[in-house]
Nanobody, 114 residues
């Protein structure tokens, strides 16, 4: 059974930082491309950052220079370091594993507010 479990969300003030982590079980992690998406009510889920199985990264324009995605194939985890957070970063953040299947985590809420 495949499980992606996100952690690290919460409430932070504008300008602050958070680190999200996603732990994967039930897949051969090193063979999967991993991504972080986010969604706000009434809008489509959007890609925030992705990292391929080879380590290449992609970022949404809105987070470039502020967010960093990384993976640890030994620990089967993918992290998203979020700095200089803005209120518009408020959303539910989801972890995704793509490759021989397409899997999603349950999501973790990030709220940026003073």
């Amino acid at each position: 059974q495949v499980q992606l479990v996100e952690s690290g969300g919460g409430l932070v003030q504008p300008g602050g930082s958070l680190r999200l982590s996603c732990a994967a079980n039930g897949i051969i992690f090193r063979l999967y491309n991993m991504g972080w998406y986010r969604q706000v009510p009434g809008k489509q889920r959007e890609l925030v950052a992705a990292i391929t199985r080879y380590g290449s990264t992609t970022y949404a324009n809105s987070v470039k220079g502020r967010f960093t995605i990384s993976r640890d194939n030994a620990r089967n985890t993918v992290d998203l370091q979020m700095n200089s957070l803005k209120p518009e970063d408020t959303a539910v953040y989801y972890c995704n594993a793509g490759g021989m299947g397409d899997y999603w985590g349950q999501g973790t809420q990030v709220t940026v507010s003073s």
